[in-house]
Protein backbone atom coordinates (compact mmCIF):
# COMPACT_ATOMS: atom_id res chain seq x y z
CA UNK A 1 0.00 0.00 0.00
CA UNK A 2 1.02 3.01 -0.39
CA UNK A 3 0.11 6.51 0.35
CA UNK A 4 1.09 8.46 -2.65
CA UNK A 5 -1.50 6.39 -4.13
CA UNK A 6 -4.46 8.09 -2.69
CA UNK A 7 -2.90 11.89 -2.91
CA UNK A 8 -3.57 14.27 -6.24
CA UNK A 9 -1.59 17.62 -6.10
CA UNK A 10 -4.47 20.32 -6.62
CA UNK A 11 -1.90 23.30 -7.83
CA UNK A 12 1.76 23.40 -8.86
CA UNK A 13 2.65 25.81 -6.11
CA UNK A 14 6.10 25.59 -4.26
CA UNK A 15 5.78 24.90 -0.31
CA UNK A 16 6.52 27.73 1.38
CA UNK A 17 9.82 28.22 2.37
CA UNK A 18 9.00 30.63 5.74
CA UNK A 19 5.69 28.69 6.35
CA UNK A 20 5.54 27.93 10.34
CA UNK A 21 3.27 24.50 10.28
CA UNK A 22 1.67 21.98 7.77
CA UNK A 23 -2.09 23.35 7.78
CA UNK A 24 -4.78 19.90 7.65
CA UNK A 25 -8.11 21.40 6.15
CA UNK A 26 -10.74 18.93 7.44
CA UNK A 27 -13.47 18.62 5.36
CA UNK A 28 -14.86 15.07 5.37
CA UNK A 29 -13.04 12.80 7.65
CA UNK A 30 -13.50 14.15 10.89
CA UNK A 31 -11.20 11.98 13.04
CA UNK A 32 -8.02 10.70 13.93
CA UNK A 33 -8.29 6.71 13.36
CA UNK A 34 -7.63 5.42 10.17
CA UNK A 35 -7.01 9.20 8.55
CA UNK A 36 -4.82 8.70 5.25
CA UNK A 37 -5.06 12.68 4.86
CA UNK A 38 -3.94 12.81 8.07
CA UNK A 39 -1.17 10.59 7.82
CA UNK A 40 0.05 12.18 4.95
CA UNK A 41 0.12 15.99 6.39
CA UNK A 42 1.76 14.85 9.38
CA UNK A 43 4.52 13.15 7.61
CA UNK A 44 4.63 16.62 5.81
CA UNK A 45 5.44 18.20 8.78
CA UNK A 46 7.96 15.94 10.14
CA UNK A 47 9.53 16.27 6.95
CA UNK A 48 9.61 19.96 6.63
CA UNK A 49 10.40 19.38 10.79
CA UNK A 50 7.39 21.79 10.91
CA UNK A 51 4.15 21.34 13.62
CA UNK A 52 0.94 20.49 12.25
CA UNK A 53 -2.31 22.69 11.97
CA UNK A 54 -5.84 21.20 11.83
CA UNK A 55 -8.56 23.40 10.97
CA UNK A 56 -12.23 22.10 10.55
CA UNK A 57 -14.78 24.48 8.74
CA UNK A 58 -18.36 24.29 9.19
CA UNK A 59 -20.98 25.96 6.77
CA UNK A 60 -24.06 26.81 8.68
CA UNK A 61 -24.91 29.83 6.33
CA UNK A 62 -27.40 28.52 4.24
CA UNK A 63 -31.29 29.45 5.01
CA UNK A 64 -32.41 26.10 3.12
CA UNK A 65 -30.73 23.42 5.25
CA UNK A 66 -31.97 22.26 8.69
CA UNK A 67 -29.86 22.84 11.32
CA UNK A 68 -29.84 19.38 12.64
CA UNK A 69 -27.38 18.52 10.68
CA UNK A 70 -25.14 21.36 12.09
CA UNK A 71 -26.15 20.45 15.32
CA UNK A 72 -25.08 16.73 14.39
CA UNK A 73 -21.35 18.20 13.72
CA UNK A 74 -20.81 20.60 16.21
CA UNK A 75 -20.89 17.33 19.20
CA UNK A 76 -18.20 16.30 18.07
CA UNK A 77 -16.45 19.13 18.19
CA UNK A 78 -15.27 18.52 21.54
CA UNK A 79 -13.96 15.09 21.50
CA UNK A 80 -12.22 16.30 18.23
CA UNK A 81 -10.62 18.82 19.41
CA UNK A 82 -9.05 16.76 22.29
CA UNK A 83 -7.96 14.19 20.08
CA UNK A 84 -5.60 16.21 17.48
CA UNK A 85 -4.35 17.80 21.17
CA UNK A 86 -3.28 14.59 21.68
CA UNK A 87 -1.63 13.94 19.00
CA UNK A 88 0.52 16.94 19.10
CA UNK A 89 -1.40 18.79 16.35
CA UNK A 90 -2.97 22.03 16.66
CA UNK A 91 -6.65 22.40 16.26
CA UNK A 92 -8.73 24.94 14.92
CA UNK A 93 -12.69 25.09 14.33
CA UNK A 94 -14.84 27.91 12.29
CA UNK A 95 -18.25 27.99 12.12
CA UNK A 96 -19.67 30.08 9.44
CA UNK A 97 -23.01 31.22 9.84
CA UNK A 98 -23.48 34.54 7.04
CA UNK A 99 -21.27 36.78 8.93
CA UNK A 100 -18.16 35.74 6.99
CA UNK A 101 -17.83 33.93 3.55
CA UNK A 102 -16.96 30.33 3.57
CA UNK A 103 -13.24 29.30 4.10
CA UNK A 104 -12.19 32.74 5.21
CA UNK A 105 -10.40 31.19 8.13
CA UNK A 106 -8.30 28.79 5.58
CA UNK A 107 -7.43 31.37 3.06
CA UNK A 108 -5.80 33.35 6.63
CA UNK A 109 -4.31 30.78 7.63
CA UNK A 110 -2.59 29.33 4.29
CA UNK A 111 -0.65 32.13 4.10
CA UNK A 112 1.54 30.89 6.66
CA UNK A 113 1.29 27.26 6.31
CA UNK A 114 4.12 25.47 4.22
CA UNK A 115 1.80 23.29 2.75
CA UNK A 116 -2.21 22.73 2.81
CA UNK A 117 -3.86 18.92 2.55
CA UNK A 118 -7.18 18.35 3.13
CA UNK A 119 -9.50 15.89 2.25
CA UNK A 120 -10.36 14.75 -1.33
CA UNK A 121 -14.14 14.20 -1.60
CA UNK A 122 -16.35 14.33 -4.62
CA UNK A 123 -19.17 16.37 -3.91
CA UNK A 124 -17.12 18.90 -1.68
CA UNK A 125 -16.60 22.46 -3.72
CA UNK A 126 -13.25 22.85 -5.52
CA UNK A 127 -11.04 24.29 -2.49
CA UNK A 128 -10.01 27.97 -3.46
CA UNK A 129 -7.31 29.58 -4.94
CA UNK A 130 -4.05 29.17 -2.42
CA UNK A 131 -0.97 30.66 -2.87
CA UNK A 132 0.82 27.27 -1.59
CA UNK A 133 1.27 23.54 -1.99
CA UNK A 134 -2.21 22.01 -1.67
CA UNK A 135 -2.79 18.19 -2.00
CA UNK A 136 -6.34 16.52 -2.05
CA UNK A 137 -5.48 13.06 -0.07
CA UNK A 138 -8.39 10.20 -0.35
CA UNK A 139 -9.72 8.84 2.86
CA UNK A 140 -12.77 8.20 1.72
CA UNK A 141 -12.58 5.19 -0.03
CA UNK A 142 -11.24 1.57 0.52
CA UNK A 143 -9.93 1.31 -2.99
CA UNK A 144 -8.49 4.54 -3.89
CA UNK A 145 -11.08 6.73 -6.41
CA UNK A 146 -8.43 7.12 -8.78
CA UNK A 147 -7.58 3.54 -9.79
CA UNK A 148 -10.98 3.12 -10.82
CA UNK A 149 -10.06 6.11 -13.36
CA UNK A 150 -13.40 6.45 -15.09
CA UNK A 151 -17.12 6.27 -14.79
CA UNK A 152 -18.74 3.06 -13.83
CA UNK A 153 -22.08 1.80 -15.35
CA UNK A 154 -23.42 -0.41 -11.95
CA UNK A 155 -22.30 -2.42 -9.50
CA UNK A 156 -21.58 -5.81 -12.07
CA UNK A 157 -18.71 -3.31 -13.78
CA UNK A 158 -17.21 -1.84 -11.09
CA UNK A 159 -17.23 -4.50 -8.43
CA UNK A 160 -14.21 -6.96 -10.55
CA UNK A 161 -12.14 -3.62 -10.53
CA UNK A 162 -12.63 -3.40 -6.85
CA UNK A 163 -11.80 -6.70 -5.74
CA UNK A 164 -9.23 -7.12 -8.07
CA UNK A 165 -7.54 -4.37 -5.65
CA UNK A 166 -8.91 -5.18 -2.85
CA UNK A 167 -6.75 -6.92 -0.77
CA UNK A 168 -3.86 -4.55 -1.45
CA UNK A 169 -5.68 -1.24 0.35
CA UNK A 170 -7.35 -3.83 3.56
CA UNK A 171 -4.60 -2.87 6.29
CA UNK A 172 -4.91 -0.42 8.78
CA UNK A 173 -2.76 2.71 8.46
CA UNK A 174 0.12 3.40 11.12
CA UNK A 175 -1.28 5.67 13.94
CA UNK A 176 0.04 9.69 12.58
CA UNK A 177 3.34 10.62 15.18
CA UNK A 178 4.35 14.16 14.91
CA UNK A 179 7.98 15.16 15.71
CA UNK A 180 7.01 18.82 17.01
CA UNK A 181 3.96 19.23 18.92
CA UNK A 182 2.12 22.47 18.07
CA UNK A 183 2.91 24.88 20.99
CA UNK A 184 2.18 28.26 19.56
CA UNK A 185 -1.13 30.79 21.42
CA UNK A 186 -4.41 29.84 20.06
CA UNK A 187 -5.65 30.69 16.80
CA UNK A 188 -7.85 34.16 16.68
CA UNK A 189 -10.23 32.37 14.50
CA UNK A 190 -11.06 29.57 16.58
CA UNK A 191 -14.76 28.73 17.58
CA UNK A 192 -14.48 27.30 21.12
CA UNK A 193 -17.53 24.57 21.09
CA UNK A 194 -18.47 23.59 24.79
CA UNK A 195 -21.37 21.12 24.78
CA UNK A 196 -23.44 22.66 26.49
CA UNK A 197 -23.45 25.36 24.64
CA UNK A 198 -24.27 23.61 21.32
CA UNK A 199 -28.44 24.29 21.01
CA UNK A 200 -27.77 28.33 21.70
CA UNK A 201 -24.98 28.15 19.01
CA UNK A 202 -27.17 26.19 17.03
CA UNK A 203 -30.23 28.79 17.02
CA UNK A 204 -28.04 31.65 16.32
CA UNK A 205 -27.49 30.03 12.79
CA UNK A 206 -29.60 30.72 9.89
CA UNK A 207 -30.98 27.47 9.05
CA UNK A 208 -34.33 26.17 9.11
CA UNK A 209 -34.98 24.80 12.60
CA UNK A 210 -35.15 21.02 12.95
CA UNK A 211 -35.52 18.69 15.74
CA UNK A 212 -31.97 17.05 16.75
CA UNK A 213 -32.40 13.40 15.23
CA UNK A 214 -33.82 10.80 18.27
CA UNK A 215 -31.55 8.35 17.44
CA UNK A 216 -28.16 9.63 16.54
CA UNK A 217 -25.18 11.93 18.33
CA UNK A 218 -22.48 13.23 16.19
CA UNK A 219 -19.72 12.09 18.78
CA UNK A 220 -16.99 9.35 17.50
CA UNK A 221 -17.52 7.67 20.74
CA UNK A 222 -21.21 7.42 19.89
CA UNK A 223 -20.20 5.86 16.59
CA UNK A 224 -17.87 3.11 18.06
CA UNK A 225 -20.57 2.38 19.74
CA UNK A 226 -22.67 1.77 17.49
CA UNK A 227 -20.48 -0.33 15.19
CA UNK A 228 -20.01 -2.23 18.56
CA UNK A 229 -23.88 -2.96 18.26
CA UNK A 230 -23.75 -3.79 15.04
CA UNK A 231 -21.04 -6.45 15.37
CA UNK A 232 -22.78 -8.46 18.67
CA UNK A 233 -26.27 -7.63 17.93
CA UNK A 234 -26.96 -7.28 14.05
CA UNK A 235 -24.32 -8.77 11.82
CA UNK A 236 -25.41 -12.66 12.43
CA UNK A 237 -28.61 -11.48 11.20
CA UNK A 238 -27.58 -8.85 8.56
CA UNK A 239 -27.87 -11.54 5.30
CA UNK A 240 -31.20 -12.81 6.18
CA UNK A 241 -33.03 -10.05 7.23
CA UNK A 242 -31.49 -6.72 6.20
CA UNK A 243 -34.32 -5.75 3.94
CA UNK A 244 -36.97 -6.15 7.19
CA UNK A 245 -37.01 -2.53 9.08
CA UNK A 246 -38.27 -4.26 12.05
CA UNK A 247 -35.48 -6.51 12.45
CA UNK A 248 -33.45 -4.25 12.99
CA UNK A 249 -30.91 -5.97 11.23
CA UNK A 250 -28.74 -2.94 9.48
CA UNK A 251 -25.68 -1.15 11.06
CA UNK A 252 -26.93 2.23 11.85
CA UNK A 253 -23.66 3.60 10.42
CA UNK A 254 -24.19 6.07 7.21
CA UNK A 255 -24.77 9.22 9.11
CA UNK A 256 -21.55 8.19 10.87
CA UNK A 257 -19.61 7.15 7.21
CA UNK A 258 -20.61 10.55 5.98
CA UNK A 259 -19.17 12.76 8.37
CA UNK A 260 -16.13 10.51 8.44
CA UNK A 261 -16.37 9.83 11.97
CA UNK A 262 -15.60 6.36 11.25
CA UNK A 263 -13.45 4.91 8.49
CA UNK A 264 -15.25 2.50 5.91
CA UNK A 265 -11.72 0.65 6.09
CA UNK A 266 -12.41 0.22 9.74
CA UNK A 267 -15.47 -1.09 9.58
CA UNK A 268 -14.80 -3.30 7.35
CA UNK A 269 -11.64 -4.73 9.51
CA UNK A 270 -13.64 -4.74 12.02
CA UNK A 271 -16.24 -6.94 10.47
CA UNK A 272 -14.25 -9.17 8.95
CA UNK A 273 -12.84 -9.88 12.21
CA UNK A 274 -15.74 -10.53 14.06
CA UNK A 275 -17.32 -12.93 11.14
CA UNK A 276 -14.28 -15.06 11.42
CA UNK A 277 -13.90 -15.09 14.91
CA UNK A 278 -17.42 -16.09 15.00
CA UNK A 279 -18.54 -18.06 12.11
CA UNK A 280 -20.79 -15.24 10.72
CA UNK A 281 -21.26 -14.42 7.04
CA UNK A 282 -20.04 -10.96 6.27
CA UNK A 283 -19.96 -10.46 2.23
CA UNK A 284 -23.64 -9.45 1.71
CA UNK A 285 -22.62 -6.25 4.18
CA UNK A 286 -19.08 -5.91 2.57
CA UNK A 287 -20.84 -6.10 -0.49
CA UNK A 288 -22.65 -2.37 0.79
CA UNK A 289 -20.33 -1.17 2.65
CA UNK A 290 -17.56 -1.13 -0.09
CA UNK A 291 -18.69 -2.28 -3.44
CA UNK A 292 -22.09 0.01 -3.31
CA UNK A 293 -20.79 2.86 -1.47
CA UNK A 294 -17.51 2.87 -3.75
CA UNK A 295 -20.11 3.28 -6.67
CA UNK A 296 -21.69 6.00 -5.06
CA UNK A 297 -18.60 7.94 -4.66
CA UNK A 298 -17.27 6.68 -8.51
CA UNK A 299 -20.82 8.61 -9.83
CA UNK A 300 -19.82 11.73 -7.94
CA UNK A 301 -16.72 12.10 -8.58
CA UNK A 302 -17.01 11.02 -12.71
CA UNK A 303 -20.21 11.98 -13.65
CA UNK A 304 -20.77 15.79 -14.95
CA UNK A 305 -23.90 16.58 -13.22
CA UNK A 306 -24.42 13.96 -10.47
CA UNK A 307 -27.19 16.01 -8.70
CA UNK A 308 -29.41 16.15 -12.02
CA UNK A 309 -31.60 13.85 -14.48
CA UNK A 310 -28.56 14.57 -17.35
CA UNK A 311 -26.54 11.96 -15.83
CA UNK A 312 -28.68 8.96 -16.04
CA UNK A 313 -28.51 6.40 -18.01
CA UNK A 314 -29.45 6.89 -21.68
CA UNK A 315 -32.50 4.14 -21.77
CA UNK A 316 -33.54 6.00 -18.33
CA UNK A 317 -33.88 9.74 -19.72
CA UNK A 318 -35.74 8.22 -22.94
CA UNK A 319 -38.41 6.07 -21.21
CA UNK A 320 -39.20 9.20 -18.43
CA UNK A 321 -39.42 11.66 -21.39
CA UNK A 322 -41.60 9.12 -23.10
CA UNK A 323 -43.46 9.00 -20.13
CA UNK A 324 -43.74 12.96 -18.15
CA UNK A 325 -46.90 13.36 -19.25
CA UNK A 326 -48.43 10.09 -18.16
CA UNK A 327 -51.67 10.39 -15.65
CA UNK A 328 -50.69 10.44 -12.16
CA UNK A 329 -52.77 8.38 -9.52
CA UNK A 330 -52.46 11.03 -7.32
CA UNK A 331 -50.55 14.75 -7.04
CA UNK A 332 -48.93 16.05 -3.70
CA UNK A 333 -46.94 19.34 -3.12
CA UNK A 334 -43.39 19.29 -1.31
CA UNK A 335 -45.57 20.96 1.72
CA UNK A 336 -47.55 17.65 1.88
CA UNK A 337 -44.61 15.56 1.16
CA UNK A 338 -42.42 17.18 3.90
CA UNK A 339 -45.92 16.81 6.34
CA UNK A 340 -45.91 13.06 5.13
CA UNK A 341 -50.34 14.01 4.26
CA UNK A 342 -50.51 11.51 1.85
CA UNK A 343 -52.81 8.66 1.45
CA UNK A 344 -50.80 5.88 2.30
CA UNK A 345 -49.57 5.33 5.70
CA UNK A 346 -46.39 3.10 4.84
CA UNK A 347 -45.40 6.13 2.49
CA UNK A 348 -46.58 8.28 5.60
CA UNK A 349 -44.03 6.42 8.13
CA UNK A 350 -40.91 6.37 5.89
CA UNK A 351 -41.18 10.07 5.94
CA UNK A 352 -42.12 10.29 9.88
CA UNK A 353 -38.55 8.24 10.26
CA UNK A 354 -36.79 10.75 8.17
CA UNK A 355 -38.08 13.35 10.19
CA UNK A 356 -37.75 11.81 13.57
CA UNK A 357 -34.09 9.63 12.82
CA UNK A 358 -32.81 11.71 9.97
CA UNK A 359 -32.62 8.40 7.96
CA UNK A 360 -35.27 6.06 6.48
CA UNK A 361 -34.00 2.35 6.33
CA UNK A 362 -32.80 1.40 3.09
CA UNK A 363 -35.27 -0.96 1.78
CA UNK A 364 -38.28 1.37 2.63
CA UNK A 365 -36.39 4.82 1.25
CA UNK A 366 -36.19 2.80 -2.38
CA UNK A 367 -40.47 3.04 -2.08
CA UNK A 368 -40.70 6.21 -0.57
CA UNK A 369 -38.49 7.37 -3.22
CA UNK A 370 -40.43 5.27 -6.25
CA UNK A 371 -43.35 7.00 -4.99
CA UNK A 372 -42.32 10.47 -4.75
CA UNK A 373 -42.05 9.90 -8.87
CA UNK A 374 -45.17 8.97 -8.74
CA UNK A 375 -47.07 11.55 -7.12
CA UNK A 376 -44.93 14.45 -8.74
CA UNK A 377 -45.86 16.37 -11.87
CA UNK A 378 -42.68 15.61 -13.43
CA UNK A 379 -39.16 13.17 -12.85
CA UNK A 380 -37.73 17.01 -12.25
CA UNK A 381 -39.91 18.13 -10.03
CA UNK A 382 -39.91 14.85 -7.40
CA UNK A 383 -35.81 14.84 -8.02
CA UNK A 384 -35.83 18.44 -6.46
CA UNK A 385 -38.68 17.67 -3.73
CA UNK A 386 -36.18 14.34 -2.77
CA UNK A 387 -33.17 16.48 -2.26
CA UNK A 388 -34.58 19.26 -0.78
CA UNK A 389 -36.08 16.76 2.61
CA UNK A 390 -32.94 14.82 2.24
CA UNK A 391 -30.88 18.28 2.18
CA UNK A 392 -33.16 19.23 5.06
CA UNK A 393 -33.84 16.49 7.22
CA UNK A 394 -31.21 13.64 6.63
CA UNK A 395 -28.41 13.07 8.62
CA UNK A 396 -26.29 12.15 5.33
CA UNK A 397 -26.97 14.38 2.90
CA UNK A 398 -25.75 15.96 0.24
CA UNK A 399 -22.80 13.24 0.06
CA UNK A 400 -22.07 10.54 -2.67
CA UNK A 401 -24.86 7.66 -1.10
CA UNK A 402 -27.18 10.34 -1.13
CA UNK A 403 -27.27 11.17 -4.63
CA UNK A 404 -26.25 8.15 -5.95
CA UNK A 405 -29.39 6.42 -4.02
CA UNK A 406 -31.75 9.06 -5.00
CA UNK A 407 -31.20 9.00 -8.32
CA UNK A 408 -31.05 4.95 -8.59
CA UNK A 409 -34.87 5.38 -7.89
CA UNK A 410 -34.72 7.00 -11.57
CA UNK A 411 -33.02 3.97 -12.99
CA UNK A 412 -29.47 4.88 -12.35
CA UNK A 413 -26.88 1.77 -12.05
CA UNK A 414 -29.97 -0.28 -12.66
CA UNK A 415 -31.25 -1.94 -15.98
CA UNK A 416 -34.82 -1.76 -17.58
CA UNK A 417 -37.81 -3.23 -16.28
CA UNK A 418 -41.18 -3.89 -18.24
CA UNK A 419 -42.88 -1.14 -19.12
CA UNK A 420 -46.00 1.07 -16.90
CA UNK A 421 -47.72 4.22 -16.98
CA UNK A 422 -45.30 7.16 -15.72
CA UNK A 423 -42.16 5.04 -14.76
CA UNK A 424 -41.73 3.55 -18.25
CA UNK A 425 -39.04 0.98 -17.86
CA UNK A 426 -37.49 2.33 -14.47
CA UNK A 427 -38.19 -0.07 -11.76
CA UNK A 428 -41.88 -0.03 -9.78
CA UNK A 429 -42.65 -0.70 -6.34
CA UNK A 430 -46.01 -1.09 -5.01
CA UNK A 431 -47.04 -1.34 -1.58
CA UNK A 432 -48.79 -4.94 -2.18
CA UNK A 433 -44.98 -6.07 -2.95
CA UNK A 434 -43.58 -4.37 -0.09
CA UNK A 435 -46.21 -5.42 2.59
CA UNK A 436 -45.77 -9.23 1.14
CA UNK A 437 -42.15 -8.91 1.65
CA UNK A 438 -41.74 -6.76 4.87
CA UNK A 439 -43.98 -6.37 8.17
CA UNK A 440 -45.17 -3.17 7.12
CA UNK A 441 -47.61 -3.45 10.86
CA UNK A 442 -44.77 -3.85 12.70
CA UNK A 443 -42.87 -0.71 11.07
CA UNK A 444 -46.24 1.48 11.10
CA UNK A 445 -46.13 0.66 15.17
CA UNK A 446 -42.77 1.24 15.39
CA UNK A 447 -42.83 5.21 13.91
CA UNK A 448 -46.00 5.54 15.64
CA UNK A 449 -44.56 4.99 19.07
CA UNK A 450 -41.52 6.91 18.40
CA UNK A 451 -43.61 10.01 17.29
CA UNK A 452 -46.30 9.78 20.04
CA UNK A 453 -43.00 9.34 23.20
CA UNK A 454 -40.62 11.71 21.22
CA UNK A 455 -38.01 8.90 22.20
CA UNK A 456 -36.40 5.91 19.84
CA UNK A 457 -35.90 2.91 22.27
CA UNK A 458 -33.59 1.98 19.90
CA UNK A 459 -30.84 4.75 20.67
CA UNK A 460 -27.53 3.67 22.33
CA UNK A 461 -27.08 5.34 25.66
Wanted: hydrophobic residues 40%; glycine residues 4%; proline residues 6%.
Amino acid sequence: MSLNERVRALNSKPFRKDGRYVLYWIRANRRVEANHALLYAAELANQLDLPLLCLEELDASSPEAGDRRTAFVLEGVPEREKAFKRLGAGYVFHLYDGTLKMSEALKRLAREAAAVVTDDHPTLARPPHLAVACFAVDSSCIVPMALIGKLEYAAYTIRPKIHRYLSRWLEMPPHPRLRRRYQEPSVPSHFSIRESLIPKVVAGTVGIRVAPSLTFSGRRSDALKHLERFLEERLHLFARLRNEPSAHATSDLSPYLHHGLLSPLEVALQVQRHGAERGVTTGEFLEELIVRRELAFNFTRYASSYDTLECLPAWAKKTLLRHRRDRRPQIYSYVQFEAAATHDALWNAAQKELLLRGKIHGYYRMYWGKKIIEWSRSPEEALAVMLRLHKRYALDACGPNTYAGVLWCFGLHDRPWPERPVFGQVRYMSLEGIRRKTDASAYLREIEIMERSGRDPFRIK
